[in-house]
């Protein structure tokens, strides 16, 4: 069974920085697969934050363009999020996963909590 495990979260205040890791269980993390972080707040959907893919292109989503870099290292079954300029509106709790066709594939981890402090 996958297992997706998600670390690095706390509570930082405004204009700080976190790194957030997501270490995979077997190597479903291969430099085929496109990965991707989400973050979901109470009462909202989840959502895209970044993804790369196994050639090292990176998209992100507009909130957080400029401000977080996401990373992977294959030979470690891990992708990271860093994570700069945390706005407030940066709180949720944060999750990694594989995408296909737009969509990710495997049961969710229990995720990391980032909570900015204003």
């Known amino acids: 069974q996958v297992q997706l495990v998600e670390s690095g979260g706390g509570l930082v205040q405004a204009g700080g920085s976190l790194r957030l890791s997501c270490v995979a269980s077997?190597?479903?993390?291969?430099?085929?697969?496109?990965l991707g972080w989400y973050r979901q707040t109470p009462g909202k959907e989840r959502e895209l934050v970044a993804e790369i893919t196994g050639g090292g292109t990176t998209n992100y989503a507009d909130s957080v363009k400029g401000r977080f870099t996401i990373s992977r290292d294959n030979a470690k079954n891990t992708v990271y999020l860093q994570m700069n300029g945390l706005k407030p509106e940066d709180t949720a709790v944060y999750f990694c996963n594989v995408r296909f066709a737009g969509r990710a594939i495997y049961s969710w981890g229990q995720g990391t909590q980032v909570t900015v402090s204003s």
């Open positions: 077997g190597t479903i993390f291969s430099y085929k697969n496109i």
